[in-house]
């Protein structure tokens, strides 16, 4: 079954450190994405990359990386400078002319 | 800059009721226009999307929803609600002049009462 897989599920973070969230697509897309959902204010768009080893900040890349180095590979590492880091992380991808297909997300929390 | 604006953030309403679900968006030029649905512990799914042609957009489970350029609005509906429909709804629009971002909207919480 092709998909979106992100891992893990839940996160948890202490203080001051970084970590990083897979997500992996066997969809054979080429644009994959990253949002941040926190409630109220629906998803806010982080990074994404239209094709590999290119991508572009989105409304809230502040405090995030990410890098492209496989077509099916897309992670996202919440650096120590993203003030807020507790959220729910979805990744996306699509092929051109089609909706974005979601994975199921990855919760983070700090300790 | 391209935004959408979802009306209502929460909606309760019991079994066999009408749904309506209000979506805005800012952009006035060409757009592609999506409603998306995320169930209890679930990802996000697609219900339907608009690209072109009749403004009148069916999607999964019953839902529909209208494109009316005129107003900006991509409203959801629904006839009859199930209590399976709780959810949360997100309308979403992307655009070639965003460089085909996709900007959500605040997502609307609905509840069926059985």
């Known amino acids: 079954d092709g998909g979106i897989t992100q891992s893990p599920k839940y996160l948890f973070r202490k203080e001051g450190q970084n970590v990083t969230l897979s997500c992996e697509q066997n969809l054979n897309h080429d644009a994959m994405y990253w949002y941040r959902q926190d409630p109220g204010q629906g998803l806010r768009l982080i990074y994404y990359s239209q094709i590999v080893n290119d991508f572009q900040k989105g409304d809230i890349a502040e405090g995030y990386s990410v890098s492209r180095e496989k077509k099916e590979s897309f992670p996202l590492t919440v650096t120590s400078a993203q003030k807020n880091p507790t959220a729910f992380y979805l990744c996306?991808?699509?092929?051109?002319?089609?909706?974005?297909?979601f994975g199921d997300g990855t919760r983070l929390s700090i300790l | 800059a391209q935004s959408v604006s979802q009306h209502n953030h929460h909606v309760i309403l019991s079994e066999a009721a009408s749904l309506e679900l209000g979506c805005n968006y800012s952009y006035g030029g060409t757009v592609n226009l999506f409603w998306y649905v995320q169930y209890p512990g679930q990802h996000l799914q697609l219900l339907l999307k608009?690209?072109?042609?009749?403004?009148l957009v069916k999607g999964i489970k019953g839902f529909e929803a209208e494109f009316i350029k005129s107003k900006f609005s991509f409203n959801l509906r629904k006839p009859s609600v199930q209590w399976s429909d709780t959810a949360e709804y997100f309308c979403a629009v992307t655009s070639k002049a965003a460089g085909n971002k996709l900007t959500f909207g605040g997502g609307t919480r609905v509840l069926v009462k059985p």
């Open positions: 608009y690209f072109s042609g009749d403004p």
């Open positions: 996306a991808s699509r092929t051109h002319g089609q909706p974005q297909h």
